[in-house]
């Protein structure tokens, strides 16, 4: 069973406010290695943790922040259905709240949609000290904006998440897993090709080596795809998308920085050094290199992409210009700016974390 701690983290996010000290949003902290400079005094959610309410006929589950993610997954699998968005958990103590938070999404995301697509609410305690809830519950969404979409992936900057509201979806009743070996250019044009046809793809990726699709939903709907994709059945395919959306596939056993890049998935191979697995059907490239920062960034800018330095990010502790965030364009931050303004103006809240000059 959890326990409701909203009123003693509000009060220390009030005194917080009161001092203009900055706090530490700490759940399970399994994703510590995600983000910028990480200070501040710790706000423990770790107790804040049990599930408010669970309709299996309604889809929808609602959860208080500090819940592991793996309780949470439990208990939906207990009623056959999931989190379609398959978070990754990067560590045992993963909790939804920090889930949410950094907005993760398996390899299901192209198909199923991203964590921002299954928030329908939540409830959220401001830098200011406040507790407000949004997504049709008591406060209307500001300027226009769904801000329990907002919160996710905005890494606590905005406020600490106290309950998330989502929508579940049943398991598919069948899977299989094709892989073909192929080359770079290759397997981009399989994985395009195969995404704008009608069959139950429910994720897509290359590893240097292969190309490998999962087929899901009912047993006769995957056996009619299968005949029209080429490729062996993955014996290990279950395992394979667990250690892919657990950075667990020996890929990602690399010390070199970790770069998610984001592109249009038909977008040709980058011209840029280094190790790559591509996911998402193309449209998530991860990528280890030594390269500097901006060169990795203009390559992906120039391809109307964006570049996130995920892993290992201290490999550039001597250099400047390497935030780990893409920069953003003045209009989007102007935009950041002001919703920061709004929710925490004192920016106590995860200070630098997401992007520095936010203040």
């Known amino acids: 069973m959890g326990k409701d701690l909203s009123l003693e983290l509000q009060a220390q996010v009030s005194a917080a406010y009161e001092q203009e000290t900055p706090l530490r949003i700490i759940g399970g902290d399994s994703k510590a290695f995600y983000g910028g400079e990480l200070m501040g005094a710790p706000l423990l959610l770790s107790g804040h943790k049990g599930i408010v309410s669970y309709e299996p006929s309604e889809l929808v589950i609602t959860v208080r922040s500090g819940t592991e993610l793996r309780e949470v997954e439990d208990t939906l699998a207990a009623q056959g259905q999931m989190l379609p968005f398959e978070p990754p958990h990067y560590g045992e103590r993963a909790t939804i709240g920090g889930t949410i938070a950094c907005g993760f999404s398996g390899p299901s995301r192209p198909f199923a949609g991203s964590a921002r697509d299954f928030v329908l609410g939540c409830k959220v305690l401001t830098g200011k000290g406040d507790i407000v809830s949004f997504g049709g519950q008591v406060m209307k969404n500001v300027a226009g904006y769904d801000v329990s979409r907002l919160m996710t992936g905005a890494l606590g900057s905005l406020g600490v998440l106290l309950e998330v509201s989502l929508k579940v979806l049943p398991k598919p009743e069948y899977e299989v897993t094709l892989s073909m070996p192929l080359s770079t250019n290759e397997a981009l044009d399989v994985m395009c090709a195969r995404a704008a046809k009608p069959l139950p793809l429910t994720a897509a990726s290359f590893d240097g080596?292969?190309?490998?699709?999962?087929?899901?939903?009912?047993?006769?709907?995957?056996?009619?795809?299968?005949?029209?994709?080429?490729?062996?059945?993955?014996?290990?395919?279950?395992?394979?998308?667990?250690?892919?959306?657990?950075?667990?596939?020996?890929?990602?056993?690399?010390?070199?920085?970790?770069?998610?890049?984001?592109?249009?998935?038909?977008?040709?191979?980058?011209?840029?050094?280094?190790?790559?697995?591509?996911?998402?059907?193309?449209?998530?490239?991860?990528?280890?290199?030594?390269?500097?920062?901006?060169?990795?960034?203009?390559?992906?800018?120039?391809?109307?992409?964006?570049?996130?330095?995920?892993?290992?990010?201290?490999y550039y502790s001597g250099i400047t210009h390497a935030p780990v965030f893409h920069p953003l364009h003045k209009p989007v931050a102007k935009l950041h700016q002001n919703l920061k303004t709004v929710f925490d103006p004192k920016n106590i809240l995860n200070r630098d974390r997401f992007y520095p000059d936010l203040a």
């Open 209 to 314: 080596e292969a190309v490998n699709l999962r087929l899901s939903g009912a047993p006769n709907a995957v056996a009619a795809a299968r005949k029209k994709i080429a490729g062996d059945p993955l014996d290990y395919g279950e395992n394979y998308w667990r250690e892919v959306r657990e950075q667990e596939h020996y890929f990602f056993q690399q010390l070199l920085p970790l770069w998610r890049l984001s592109v249009a998935p038909a977008t040709l191979h980058l011209p840029l050094q280094g190790q790559w697995f591509f996911d998402w059907g193309g449209a998530q490239r991860w990528l280890f290199s030594d390269m500097l920062p901006a060169e990795i960034r203009a390559a992906v800018a120039a391809e109307g992409g964006h570049a996130t330095l995920f892993r290992n990010k201290d």
